[in-house]
T-cell receptor, first 112, second 117 residues
Framework: EAGVAQSPRYKIIEKRQSVAFWCNPISGHATLYWYQQILGQGPKLLIQFQNNGVVDDSQLPKDRFSAERLKGVDSTLKIQPAKLEDSAVYLC??????????FGEGSRLTVL | AQTVTQSQPEMSVQEAETVTLSCTYDTSESNYYLFWYKQPPSRQMILVIRQEAYKQQNATENRFSVNFQKAAKSFSLKISDSQLGDTAMYFCAFKGGSNFGNEKLTFGTGTRLTIIP
């Protein structure tokens, strides 16, 4: 069974530029999550989708971050414009009704 | 809001020894789930073990076991016969309620565990 796929694995941009991350969850998983993991900290939930609807985006900085899951399968997370403090690993995870999250390898963003 | 605290930023242990990682949490819910996730260097996070709060028996998975103290809101992870492949960041995580399909996790800050050959 294929795992959660994320791309790109690494991205370096200048502040005020934009960046997009892509995630393809495990086939059949209805729920998809984007987490932000800043160095030295635990992952923090940015947004949660159930199929193509948003369940929780309370911690998403909506002035610069956006995410979509138009067809209820893969998802894109965008940052525009990026700030230095956005440097982090962006983790995508998916789940079905088992209580377990399956994570991708993450996309490491460095903002200079 | 739930909080998860891991008070040991780093730990190291000799190979084959036993190590215990600590985790405490705060919640007003009576039904919830607790997890330990492992994040090896540059690899994805994987589930190590989980505990349902309504179960009194501590969960075990091969060399991994937990000590769940519900009244004290404590959830420690014991790794027996530690192996080099156990070197990783370990995160304690909390999920409230029993609403499957909404597996939002709250994570602690992690413990970096190094197994020394």
């Amino acid at each position: 069974e294929a795992g959660v796929a994320q791309s790109p694995r690494y991205k370096i941009i200048e502040k005020r530029q934009s960046v997009a991350f892509w995630c393809n969850p495990i086939s059949g998983h209805a729920t998809l999550y984007w987490y932000q993991q800043i160095l030295g900290q635990g992952p923090k939930l940015l947004i949660q989708f159930q199929n193509n609807g948003v369940v929780d985006d309370s911690q998403l900085p909506k002035d610069r971050f956006s995410a979509e899951r138009l067809k209820g399968v893969d998802s894109t997370l965008k940052i525009q414009p990026a700030k230095l403090e956005d440097s982090a690993v962006y983790l995508c995870a998916s789940s079905e009704h088992t209580g377990e999250l399956f994570f991708g390898e993450g996309s490491r963003l460095t903002v200079l | 809001a739930q909080t998860v605290t891991q008070s040991q930023p780093e730990m190291s242990v000799q190979e084959a020894e036993t190590v215990t990682l600590s985790c405490t949490y705060d919640t007003s819910e009576s039904n919830y789930y607790l997890f330990w996730y492992k994040q090896p260097p540059s690899r994805q996070m994987i589930l190590v073990i989980r505990q349902e709060a309504y179960k009194q028996q501590n969960a075990t998975e091969n060399r991994f076991s937990v000590n769940f103290q519900k009244a004290a809101k404590s959830f420690s992870l014991k790794i027996s016969d530690s192996q080099l492949g156990d070197t990783a960041m370990y995160f304690c995580a909390f999920k409230g309620g029993s609403n499957f399909g909404n597996e939002k996790l709250t994570f602690g800050t992690g413990t970096r565990l190094t197994i020394i050959p």
